[in-house]
Each structure stands twice: as C-alpha cells, then as structure tokens.
C-alpha cells in the first residue's frame, strides 16, 4: 500500500510532470520504443508527438495517488481509458514495460533531484492503478467470449463505402467474413480500425453511426489534410480501401452513452462529431422517442451536414436545426428549447465542445447534464 509520505511526494513532483510533459514524453517514448519496438503498433503517433499521451498517463497516476482512498470518484475516467486499452488490445504483460519507462524517463528528467524515495512514491502509485487497470480490461476481454480471436484484431470486409457530405466525409458498411460472430455494442461506442502503412500498424477509434442491427458495423471517416500525420489512418482508407477489401478492427468499445432514464435529449454536433450523435438519435427513434429529441447541428455551409436528410427524415418538424458558420447559438435559441431535466449531448472539435460546454453552464444548465464526448486523451490537462 502506499504511504501518506509517499502521496505527498506524488503530489509535490507531479506538477513538474505536468509542466514537462512534451520532454518527459520524449524520453519516455524513445527509451521504450528502442527497446519495445513492438509497441509502435499500439501507440497512436498524434498523441506521442503532442506529448498529450504520456501526460495522460501521468496524470492519470498523480489523480490516482491523491483519491488513492477514494479511487470511485475516478471510476468513469478509468472505464473510459479501460475501454480504449481494451480496443487497442492492451495485455497485462505490457504493464511492467510501461511503468519501467515512465519511472526512467521521470528519474532521467528530475536529475539530481531525482531520489530514492521520489521513485519508490511512483513505482508504488503505478503498481496500484495498473492492478485496477488489468483487473477491470480482464472482464472487458471476458465479455467478448471463449474465443481468442475475437479478444484481438479481426478481419471485417467493406461492403459499402460511399461520400455522405462535400467528398469530406466517407461511410463505410463492415461486415464479418462468412458472416461469423459480429458482437452488440451500446449506442455511443466506437470501433477501432487498424491498418499496415510503411511497416507499422496505425489505429484509429471511429464513432459507430447507427445502432447494431445484427450483421453489420457503419462508421464515417473524416478526410484530413494529406501533411498532417492525425490522418494516417483516414487517409489510407479513403485512398486505398475498396469495397470487397479487408481492413482490421477490435469489437466496439467505449463508455459514452445515451442517460437511460432521461426524457427529453438535446444533441449538439459541431462538423463531423455528428458521426457518434447520429447513433444515438436512431437509437431514441427505434424507441419511439424521436418527439423528446432535438438536434442542433454546426458546420461550415449545409453541403458540409452528414447524414443531414435521414436524421431530418426521422425527427419532427422544427426538431433539426442546422447552423452555418456565421450563425451563432446563444442563449435565445437555448431560451426556445432547454428545458430543466434536458440532457444535452456535445461532439465535435475540442475548441467547440469547450465553447458550447460553457454557454450552457453561463445559462445555468446542470452540469451533471451535459455529456462531451472527448477525443483528445482524457485527463491529459488537469483541471484546478
Ligand atoms: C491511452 C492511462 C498503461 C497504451 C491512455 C489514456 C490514459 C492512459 C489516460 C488516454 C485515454 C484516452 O484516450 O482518453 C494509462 C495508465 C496506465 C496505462 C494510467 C498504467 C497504469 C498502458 C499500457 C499500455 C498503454 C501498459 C500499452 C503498452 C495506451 C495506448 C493508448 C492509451 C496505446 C491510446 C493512446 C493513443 O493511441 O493515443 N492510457 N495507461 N497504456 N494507453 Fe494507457
């Protein structure tokens, strides 16, 4: 167990992590890289590069160490990263090799201030949040069944690959060869594709974009500018994948989710982060509740609006609203259709999530109804 001391030496070194996360992420990543070379398949060489990754981790650990009584006020960001090591197929045998390097590149930075006691203080604080980690991505990989195979990577066939929105956007259907099991997933969940480019595995997570309906799995893929390395993955499929062409992909994961017992859902997409929205309004259509939904949708100019005709299709008159770039949403249209007990639903860029999270809360909606649906690494900036 760890000690009171040792928390306070967590908490007093963290910050120099948190304010060195891009050096420290360096070292982290190139030490365990050259001798771990079998991890550049895992890792997803954005975050490395932004140095966000090693900082989550971190992060993650010091969050970890200061609730280490409480650990369940930290359960909704642990299940999330759990779901995300779980897609990645993260084993408990990668555990050890990470710690190793993390604690190396933490001694490495501090220096001569580096002592025994700091390092210990870590060691320890990692143990306890890597145990929990592999304890809860055991029953995660449990619920995919007896199978092996089906725990990893598997190979699913493009059956239908078409442009939804100003040849920016690309849906793809996917189905499993010879119609082999294909698992259920909540609305909300991603699938995490995987694709061999110059000698490495590349993975991405994409929002799934309609509810299961037994056989097949839809995404929506973002074409991103060819320099910028975030589209690695995007690129190659829209470029190089078929219809009739395999491509990798772990079953469904992630926790973000519709509020069960809600009554009345306001979704609010900005752009492409439309994809994970559009699942979830099907899903509260397949229920018959399509009366207590409204959707606001942000983008450029209509042509950019994916899936704009089936969701208006499904939704009342008035129910879908699309704002183009020099329309602004305030507080009169919240006015027209908040009311108390809405929860709302945001996706989109980490700049547009920040921005309609806090016109909410500036209207007085409760936060404990606004749900963002992050892409960056969770806990990757701490919040004071
Ligand atoms: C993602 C924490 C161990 C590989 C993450 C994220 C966090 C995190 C906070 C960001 C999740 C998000 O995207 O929202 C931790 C902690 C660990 C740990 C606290 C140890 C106690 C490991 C291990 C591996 C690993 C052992 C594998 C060698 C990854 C990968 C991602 C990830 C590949 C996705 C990052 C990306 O592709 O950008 N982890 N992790 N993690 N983790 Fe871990």
Redesign the pocket.
């Known amino acids: 167990p760890i000690t009171e001391e040792q928390k306070s030496i967590i908490k007093s070194t963290a910050p120099i992590l948190k304010e060195n996360g891009k050096e420290i992420a360096s070292i982290f990543y190139k030490r365990m890289f050259e001798n771990h070379p079998e ?1 550049l398949d ?3 060489q ?3 590069k932004i140095g966000t ?1 090693p900082l ?2 971190a992060n ?2 010091y969050f970890a160490a200061e609730n280490i009584d409480n650990l369940e006020i930290l359960m909704p960001q642990i299940k ?2 759990t779901h ?2 779980r897609a ?1 197929t ?1 084993q408990p045998e ?2 050890p ?2 710690g190793k390097y993390l604690l190396l590149a933490i001694k490495q930075f501090l220096g001569e201030k580096s002592t025994q006691d700091i390092l210990d203080a870590w060691a320890t604080a ?1 143990n306890i ?2 145990n929990i ?1 592999i304890d809860l991505e055991k029953k995660l990989y449990d619920e995919l069944g007896p199978t092996e195979e089906d725990k990893g990577f598997v190979p699913l066939i493009i059956v239908k690959k078409e442009v939804i929105a100003h040849e920016s956007i690309v849906a793809l259907t996917l189905e499993r060869p010879e119609h082999g099991k294909m698992f259920n997933f909540h609305v909300g969940q991603y699938l995490t594709i995987r694709i061999k480019k110059d000698g490495n595995f590349h ?1 991405r997570h994409y929002s799934l974009t309609r509810p299961f309906d037994g056989k097949i799995y839809s995404i929506a893929i973002k074409i991103e500018n060819m320099n910028e390395i975030k589209g690695i993955v995007s690129n190659e499929i829209i470029n190089n994948y078929n219809i009739g062409d395999t491509i990798l992909a772990s079953f469904p994961a992630g926790t973000f989710q519709l509020v069960g017992n809600g009554k009345h859902h306001l979704f609010i997409g900005g752009g492409v982060g439309i994809t994970v929205l559009s699942s979830m309004i099907h899903e509260l259509n397949n229920q018959g509740k399509s009366n207590d939904v409204i959707l606001i949708h942000c983008v450029q100019s209509e042509d950019y609006a994916a899936f704009n005709n089936e969701l208006k299709a499904i939704l009342p008159q008035g129910h879908y609203q699309l704002f183009c770039k020099d329309q602004r949403l305030g507080k009169d249209t919240l006015n027209k259709i908040l009311k108390s007990d809405t929860q709302v639903y945001i996706c989109g860029s980490a700049p547009f999530m920040d921005k309609i999270e806090s016109l909410l809360i500036e209207y007085g909606h409760p936060s404990s109804q606004i749900y963002v649906k ?1 892409f960056q ?4 900036t701490t919040k004071d």
Do not use: D, E
């Open positions: 991890l895992i890792f997803n954005t975050n490395q990754q989550a981790l993650t650990i999330h990263i995300k090591h990645l993260i990668h555990y090799i990470v990692y949040i890597a980690f993975n992050a690494p969770t806990l990757s």
